[in-house]
């Protein structure tokens, strides 16, 4: 079992910076792939960026990228997201979630991840 909790949402104004963070319990932290995803109400939750597990790797929505930047720290078993130029369409639940063993991991795919945290609210004004 892997526990996943998200902190570092809020209200930011547009343009601002927001950096989440995702700190895991439970099994080996480096075991897992990481990603980030974020959902708003009546639509599907979406991909947003993901990280390999050793960190050397990461993968990002058109939406996001350039203005978005995953990292992880292994040694403290935690995932970040670092959110600059908000935009107010950025703004959802964010999601972090862990990687489905076992199995071969495509990182914007729901079903390649097994462990989810419980969302941070995210809310870019205009």
């Known amino acids: 079992q892997v526990q996943l909790v998200e902190s570092g949402g809020g209200l930011v104004q547009a343009g601002g910076s927001l950096r989440l963070s995702c700190a895991a319990s439970?099994?080996?932290?480096?075991?897992?792939?990481m990603g980030w995803f974020r959902q708003t109400p009546g639509k599907e939750r979406e991909f947003v960026a993901a990280?390999?597990?050793?960190?050397?790797?990461?993968y990002y929505a058109d939406s996001v990228k350039g203005r978005f930047t995953i990292s992880r720290d292994n040694a403290k078993n935690t995932v970040y997201l670092q959110m600059n130029s908000l935009k107010p369409e950025d703004t959802a639940v964010y999601y972090c979630?862990?990687?489905?063993?076992?199995?071969?991991?495509?990182?914007?795919?729901?079903?390649?991840?097994?462990?989810w945290g419980q969302g941070t609210q995210v809310t870019v004004s205009s």
């Open positions: 979630a862990a990687e489905r063993l076992g199995s071969s991991w495509y990182y914007p795919q729901l079903t390649s991840y097994e462990y």
């Open positions: 439970g099994r080996t932290f480096s075991t897992y792939a």
């Open positions: 990280i390999n597990r050793s960190g050397r790797r990461t």
